[in-house]
Protein backbone atom coordinates (compact mmCIF):
# COMPACT_ATOMS: atom_id res chain seq x y z
CA UNK A 1 0.00 0.00 0.00
CA UNK A 2 3.03 2.50 0.67
CA UNK A 3 3.78 2.43 -3.06
CA UNK A 4 -0.12 3.55 -4.15
CA UNK A 5 0.24 6.13 -0.74
CA UNK A 6 2.96 7.97 -2.39
CA UNK A 7 -0.03 8.40 -5.42
CA UNK A 8 3.33 8.74 -8.02
CA UNK A 9 2.42 6.94 -11.65
CA UNK A 10 6.11 5.64 -11.62
CA UNK A 11 4.63 3.02 -8.88
CA UNK A 12 2.97 1.31 -11.73
CA UNK A 13 6.40 0.30 -12.59
CA UNK A 14 6.81 -2.34 -9.64
CA UNK A 15 3.21 -2.95 -8.75
CA UNK A 16 1.87 -4.21 -12.42
CA UNK A 17 4.32 -6.45 -12.84
CA UNK A 18 4.46 -8.14 -9.55
CA UNK A 19 0.26 -8.66 -10.42
CA UNK A 20 1.63 -11.42 -13.22
CA UNK A 21 1.98 -14.79 -11.13
CA UNK A 22 0.10 -12.91 -7.90
CA UNK A 23 -2.78 -14.97 -6.36
CA UNK A 24 -5.39 -14.33 -3.10
CA UNK A 25 -4.12 -11.76 -0.88
CA UNK A 26 -1.27 -10.76 -2.22
CA UNK A 27 -3.26 -9.88 -5.47
CA UNK A 28 -6.33 -8.20 -3.77
CA UNK A 29 -3.54 -6.13 -2.01
CA UNK A 30 -2.14 -5.02 -5.25
CA UNK A 31 -5.05 -4.01 -6.75
CA UNK A 32 -6.20 -1.86 -3.99
CA UNK A 33 -2.64 -0.15 -4.31
CA UNK A 34 -3.24 0.37 -7.70
CA UNK A 35 -7.04 1.84 -7.86
CA UNK A 36 -6.46 5.54 -7.12
CA UNK A 37 -3.30 5.34 -9.43
CA UNK A 38 -5.34 5.26 -12.43
CA UNK A 39 -2.51 3.63 -13.84
CA UNK A 40 -2.64 2.79 -17.89
CA UNK A 41 -2.55 -0.87 -17.52
CA UNK A 42 -4.80 -0.67 -14.39
CA UNK A 43 -7.84 -1.51 -16.56
CA UNK A 44 -6.70 -4.53 -18.62
CA UNK A 45 -5.49 -5.34 -15.35
CA UNK A 46 -8.32 -5.89 -13.17
CA UNK A 47 -10.68 -6.84 -15.90
CA UNK A 48 -8.50 -10.06 -15.69
CA UNK A 49 -8.70 -10.10 -12.01
CA UNK A 50 -12.61 -10.41 -12.56
CA UNK A 51 -12.09 -13.80 -13.23
CA UNK A 52 -10.43 -15.07 -10.33
CA UNK A 53 -11.59 -17.69 -8.14
CA UNK A 54 -11.03 -15.72 -4.80
CA UNK A 55 -14.05 -13.29 -4.08
CA UNK A 56 -11.80 -10.65 -2.37
CA UNK A 57 -9.62 -10.30 -5.78
CA UNK A 58 -12.66 -9.90 -7.86
CA UNK A 59 -14.12 -7.32 -4.94
CA UNK A 60 -10.99 -5.50 -5.48
CA UNK A 61 -10.78 -6.00 -9.36
CA UNK A 62 -14.26 -4.21 -8.91
CA UNK A 63 -13.39 -1.76 -6.88
CA UNK A 64 -10.91 -0.27 -9.51
CA UNK A 65 -13.09 -0.17 -12.63
CA UNK A 66 -15.48 1.64 -10.55
CA UNK A 67 -12.78 4.08 -9.62
CA UNK A 68 -11.69 4.23 -13.26
CA UNK A 69 -15.16 4.98 -14.69
CA UNK A 70 -14.10 3.46 -17.87
CA UNK A 71 -17.24 2.43 -20.24
CA UNK A 72 -15.45 -0.40 -21.66
CA UNK A 73 -15.82 -2.17 -18.10
CA UNK A 74 -19.31 -2.31 -18.33
CA UNK A 75 -20.33 -5.62 -20.05
CA UNK A 76 -18.13 -6.87 -17.04
CA UNK A 77 -20.05 -4.89 -14.07
CA UNK A 78 -23.12 -6.08 -15.68
CA UNK A 79 -22.49 -9.84 -15.66
CA UNK A 80 -20.74 -9.77 -12.08
CA UNK A 81 -23.58 -8.34 -10.91
CA UNK A 82 -26.12 -10.67 -12.29
CA UNK A 83 -24.01 -14.06 -11.87
CA UNK A 84 -21.04 -13.24 -9.23
CA UNK A 85 -21.73 -16.06 -6.35
CA UNK A 86 -20.19 -13.29 -3.81
CA UNK A 87 -23.02 -11.24 -2.83
CA UNK A 88 -20.89 -8.59 -1.61
CA UNK A 89 -18.85 -8.80 -5.42
CA UNK A 90 -22.56 -8.72 -6.85
CA UNK A 91 -23.32 -5.08 -4.15
CA UNK A 92 -19.70 -3.70 -5.55
CA UNK A 93 -20.23 -4.00 -9.16
CA UNK A 94 -24.10 -2.56 -9.02
CA UNK A 95 -22.32 0.56 -7.74
CA UNK A 96 -19.67 0.46 -9.96
CA UNK A 97 -22.20 0.74 -12.83
CA UNK A 98 -23.19 3.93 -11.61
CA UNK A 99 -19.99 5.08 -13.83
CA UNK A 100 -22.48 4.30 -16.83
CA UNK A 101 -24.58 6.34 -18.35
CA UNK A 102 -28.40 6.05 -17.33
CA UNK A 103 -29.55 5.03 -20.97
CA UNK A 104 -26.53 2.65 -21.25
CA UNK A 105 -28.70 -0.64 -23.15
CA UNK A 106 -26.64 -2.80 -20.36
CA UNK A 107 -26.73 -0.59 -16.91
CA UNK A 108 -30.59 -0.56 -16.54
CA UNK A 109 -31.62 -4.06 -17.10
CA UNK A 110 -28.66 -5.32 -14.64
CA UNK A 111 -29.80 -2.41 -11.84
CA UNK A 112 -33.38 -3.18 -12.34
CA UNK A 113 -32.57 -6.87 -12.23
CA UNK A 114 -30.37 -5.88 -8.49
CA UNK A 115 -33.61 -4.53 -7.19
CA UNK A 116 -34.56 -8.61 -7.21
CA UNK A 117 -31.28 -9.79 -5.64
CA UNK A 118 -31.91 -12.41 -2.88
CA UNK A 119 -29.45 -10.28 -0.57
CA UNK A 120 -30.78 -7.17 0.68
CA UNK A 121 -27.46 -5.29 0.51
CA UNK A 122 -27.35 -5.81 -3.41
CA UNK A 123 -30.92 -4.35 -3.53
CA UNK A 124 -29.77 -1.59 -1.31
CA UNK A 125 -27.51 -0.78 -3.60
CA UNK A 126 -29.16 -0.96 -6.92
CA UNK A 127 -31.51 1.48 -5.23
CA UNK A 128 -29.25 3.68 -4.46
CA UNK A 129 -27.08 3.28 -7.81
CA UNK A 130 -30.83 4.17 -9.65
CA UNK A 131 -31.08 7.35 -7.55
CA UNK A 132 -27.71 8.37 -8.47
CA UNK A 133 -28.59 7.70 -12.45
CA UNK A 134 -32.27 9.21 -12.36
CA UNK A 135 -33.69 6.45 -14.64
CA UNK A 136 -37.45 7.68 -15.08
CA UNK A 137 -37.76 3.75 -16.46
CA UNK A 138 -36.80 3.02 -12.82
CA UNK A 139 -39.73 4.71 -10.82
CA UNK A 140 -42.54 1.81 -10.88
CA UNK A 141 -39.28 -0.85 -9.65
CA UNK A 142 -38.34 1.59 -6.92
CA UNK A 143 -42.27 2.16 -6.02
CA UNK A 144 -42.18 -1.84 -5.53
CA UNK A 145 -38.68 -1.36 -3.46
CA UNK A 146 -40.88 1.14 -0.84
CA UNK A 147 -42.35 -2.68 0.11
CA UNK A 148 -38.96 -4.47 0.75
CA UNK A 149 -38.85 -6.95 3.77
CA UNK A 150 -35.58 -4.65 4.76
CA UNK A 151 -35.99 -1.12 5.72
CA UNK A 152 -32.71 -0.20 4.55
CA UNK A 153 -33.92 -1.18 0.98
CA UNK A 154 -36.95 0.88 1.33
CA UNK A 155 -34.90 3.90 2.66
CA UNK A 156 -32.55 4.19 -0.45
CA UNK A 157 -35.90 3.78 -2.55
CA UNK A 158 -37.59 6.87 -0.95
CA UNK A 159 -34.28 8.42 -1.82
CA UNK A 160 -34.44 7.19 -4.90
CA UNK A 161 -37.78 8.29 -5.78
CA UNK A 162 -37.21 11.78 -4.23
CA UNK A 163 -34.30 12.15 -6.55
CA UNK A 164 -36.72 11.50 -9.86
CA UNK A 165 -39.33 13.99 -8.44
CA UNK A 166 -42.32 11.73 -10.20
CA UNK A 167 -45.39 12.38 -8.37
CA UNK A 168 -46.75 8.47 -9.25
CA UNK A 169 -44.77 7.90 -6.11
CA UNK A 170 -46.45 9.80 -3.60
CA UNK A 171 -48.76 7.15 -2.28
CA UNK A 172 -46.50 4.77 -1.90
CA UNK A 173 -43.94 7.01 0.17
CA UNK A 174 -46.48 7.55 2.06
CA UNK A 175 -47.85 4.49 2.88
CA UNK A 176 -44.96 2.41 3.17
CA UNK A 177 -42.49 5.15 4.12
CA UNK A 178 -43.93 8.14 5.68
CA UNK A 179 -45.96 5.54 8.03
CA UNK A 180 -43.90 3.19 8.55
CA UNK A 181 -42.03 2.36 12.19
CA UNK A 182 -38.46 3.12 11.40
CA UNK A 183 -37.49 6.97 12.06
CA UNK A 184 -35.23 7.07 9.91
CA UNK A 185 -37.35 5.55 7.06
CA UNK A 186 -40.22 7.90 7.90
CA UNK A 187 -37.25 11.19 7.78
CA UNK A 188 -36.22 9.44 3.77
CA UNK A 189 -39.71 9.85 3.27
CA UNK A 190 -40.64 13.39 4.34
CA UNK A 191 -36.98 14.28 2.15
CA UNK A 192 -38.36 12.43 -0.62
CA UNK A 193 -42.02 13.79 -0.67
CA UNK A 194 -40.63 17.37 -0.42
CA UNK A 195 -38.28 16.69 -3.34
CA UNK A 196 -41.05 15.61 -5.31
CA UNK A 197 -43.17 18.74 -4.42
CA UNK A 198 -47.09 17.51 -4.81
CA UNK A 199 -49.38 19.11 -3.17
CA UNK A 200 -51.08 15.97 -2.01
CA UNK A 201 -48.57 14.97 -0.12
CA UNK A 202 -49.38 17.95 2.65
CA UNK A 203 -51.93 16.25 4.80
CA UNK A 204 -49.37 13.30 5.03
CA UNK A 205 -46.91 15.46 6.12
CA UNK A 206 -48.82 17.55 8.43
CA UNK A 207 -49.28 14.84 10.44
CA UNK A 208 -45.94 13.51 10.45
CA UNK A 209 -45.10 17.25 11.60
CA UNK A 210 -46.00 16.19 15.09
CA UNK A 211 -44.32 12.82 15.12
CA UNK A 212 -41.91 11.84 18.40
CA UNK A 213 -39.03 11.85 16.35
CA UNK A 214 -37.64 15.33 16.32
CA UNK A 215 -35.83 14.89 13.04
CA UNK A 216 -38.96 13.56 11.00
CA UNK A 217 -40.49 16.56 12.41
CA UNK A 218 -37.75 18.81 10.97
CA UNK A 219 -37.72 17.30 7.88
CA UNK A 220 -41.44 17.07 7.18
CA UNK A 221 -41.65 20.81 8.16
CA UNK A 222 -38.90 21.19 5.69
CA UNK A 223 -40.99 19.27 3.00
CA UNK A 224 -44.13 21.65 3.43
CA UNK A 225 -42.35 24.58 3.08
CA UNK A 226 -40.87 23.41 0.04
CA UNK A 227 -44.00 21.89 -1.11
CA UNK A 228 -46.03 25.82 -0.41
CA UNK A 229 -43.10 27.62 -1.75
CA UNK A 230 -43.19 25.86 -4.85
CA UNK A 231 -47.09 25.95 -5.13
CA UNK A 232 -46.68 29.94 -4.42
CA UNK A 233 -44.30 30.31 -7.75
Known amino acids: YSLAEIK?????????????????????SLLHAIKELRLPGSLHAALRATDDRDAPVRLAAVGVLGWLKDASALPVLTHLAAHDPEPEVRRAAVGALGLGQGHDAQVQ??????????????????AATL?????????????????????QVRQLAAR?????????AVDALITHALQHGIANLRKEASVALGEIGDASALPALTIAAQDADPEVRKMARLAITLIQQQGAA
Open 8 to 28: QADSGTLLLPAMEGAQGFVLA
Open 109 to 126: PALLGALQDPVWRVREEA
Open 131 to 151: GKLKLPEAVPPLIQSLQDTYW
Open 160 to 168: ALGRLKDAQ
